[in-house]
């Protein structure tokens, strides 16, 4: 489970796929091919959910970024502490700390954040700066001795407030560059003494599982007769985890002090953020919540879950209750076989026990066979087959991502971009396009893509015509008609069949 990349024999058509793409190591999972970055891999939050390209019969590879191989060392070191915790549930590592400072996961762990990317902390130093300064081998050999001789201190975190598509704000923790590499080089440390506890049944942020894996699951369970169905929303969870609990729960597994230490200074770590007046202001970080944005936060947010899935099993609910629990990160849902009353009764007790609610607004028991439910993008639902006359999990791209791409399209090919090259406008939009394409080309999708692929053509006819004034919308469809959208302008097709 700890193997993060694939044996040394590759089946044919995979090197094939690896070779055309030049997309480096890939791994290969029930008809999928995902690029993975290791147990420091991070599956990238665009939505909610991870944005990979399935790979049948090499589709869109192309749109795989270039990836990461952890290196051997690191490889066993993690392979190891897997082992370990699995063998012995209960022990509790106490000489984890002068692995941090090691100079190959230092290393790493600055790779890994430097291909991520992320907007620069409150010192405003962004890896350029580093790189064209001081240079890498300087800022890490700081950073070791730092480490080593623990007078490492962690720095605030700046706050920025990313717009919701209801009309809300989500807070972001941005924290430095310094603190993101220390962070990365904790989780490559002990991700995997977790991961060897993480229950089947949760899927987020966690190395060779996505989001798509946990609609499977969730389709399968409907088609199992679990259609009474519990959408849960557990209120603002990032910001209202209890540190003192959550730290409680780390210490079952480490009891090395200053691993306990670090993970304590960036819980506490003062955020700064910019009030309305547009000054900087300073505000402690209280008792409860992780940045969103924290490299260390999504594991530290699994660890606080999973007692909720550990409770799920040990009480053998969904053998007893016949309620199947799939969790990602904080969103989940329940599949009932009968009545949800009882599971929901379960649900806000233990969260109450942590610390956590439901959002009341958000939550809601819905009936697969009259009613859908969104559960990361996709639109779930039970519908009658045309071709066979049996009911199936019908799972599709839902109204709200078709709606939040389509606006998006919109508005890279607004009027006043007609001042840029064409080629520009046509790269934006081809680039937005084929990564949401690349999450939401699954299941039952061709419906829905139909509609994001004639909004497209619609979109940039009418940009090329905004461009060369041509206002009699007949002429435009004339000039350009959809074939030469593509073959002449180059705009990405969008697929319009399913994905198997």
Not at 76 to 82: A, F, G, N, P, S
Not at 116 to 132: L, M, Q, S, W, Y
Not at 266 to 285: F, N, Q, T, V
């Amino acid at each position: 489970m700890l193997e993060v990349q694939a044996s040394g024999i590759e089946s044919p058509e995979l090197a094939r796929i690896r070779q055309r793409s030049r997309a480096g190591p890939v791994w290969k999972s029930e008809g999928s091919i995902v690029p993975f970055e290791g147990l420091g891999q991070h599956n990238p939050a665009r939505g909610k959910g991870p944005c990979f390209v399935s790979a049948t019969e090499g589709r869109r590879i192309k749109g795989i970024a270039r990836m990461l191989t952890t290196p051997e060392t690191i490889r066993t070191l993690q392979r190891k502490l897997y082992l370990k915790a699995k063998q012995e549930p209960r022990f509790r590592f106490y000489s984890l700390y002068d692995k941090v400072y090691r100079a190959d996961i230092l290393d790493h762990a600055w790779h890994l954040v430097r291909a991520n990317g992320g907007a620069a902390g409150v010192d405003g130093v962004t890896f350029k700066r580093i790189e064209e300064g001081e240079g890498k081998s300087a800022f890490l050999a700081a950073l070791t001795e730092a480490l080593r001789c623990k007078t490492y201190q962690a720095e605030a975190v700046r706050r920025v407030l990313i717009p919701k598509p209801n009309g809300g704000q989500r807070p972001l923790g941005i924290p430095t560059i310094r603190d993101r590499v220390v962070q990365m080089a904790v989780k490559l440390v002990i991700e995997p003494i977790f991961e060897a506890d993480f229950c089947e049944n949760s899927y987020g942020f966690r190395p060779k599982r996505s989001a798509h894996d946990a609609v499977d699951d969730v389709a399968a369970t409907l088609h199992r007769g679990h259609y009474h169905v519990i959408d849960a929303d557990i209120s603002k969870y990032f910001d209202s985890i209890p540190h003192d609990k959550l730290l409680r729960v780390v210490a079952g597994r480490i009891c090395d002090k200053q691993i306990m230490h670090l993970l304590k200074m960036w819980l506490k770590a003062p955020i700064e953020e910019e009030g309305d007046d547009g000054k900087k202001r300073m505000k402690g970080a209280g008792g409860q919540g992780t940045p969103q944005g924290g490299v260390i936060s999504p594991l530290l947010a699994n660890i606080y879950l999973h007692l909720l899935d550990r409770y799920w099993m040990r009480h053998g609910l969904e053998k007893r209750l016949g309620a199947r629990l799939v969790r990602y990160a904080d969103d989940c849902v329940i599949l009932c076989r009968g009545g949800p009353e009882r599971a929901m009764e379960h649900l806000t007790k233990f969260l109450g026990r942590l610390g956590l609610s439901l959002n009341g607004d958000k939550t809601r028991i819905v009936n697969a066979f009259k009613d859908s439910f969104d559960f990361l993008g996709f639109e779930h639902r039970m519908r009658l087959s045309r071709r066979t006359g049996r009911w199936y999990p019908h799972v599709q791209p839902s109204l709200k991502a078709v709606k939040r791409i389509n606006q998006r399209v919109t508005s890279l090919t607004q009027r006043q971009l007609t001042l840029l090259p064409l080629p520009d406008v046509i790269g934006n939009v081809n680039a937005v396009v084929r990564g949401w394409v690349g999450y939401f080309h699954f299941k039952n999708c061709s419906t829905r893509l139909g509609r994001v692929k004639r909004h497209v053509e619609e979109r940039v006819r009418t940009h090329l015509r905004k461009r060369h004034k041509i206002r009699d919308r007949w002429t435009g469809y004339k000039q350009y008609p959809m074939e030469r959208l593509y073959t002449d302008f180059g705009l990405y097709k969008v697929p319009t069949t399913a994905a198997w």
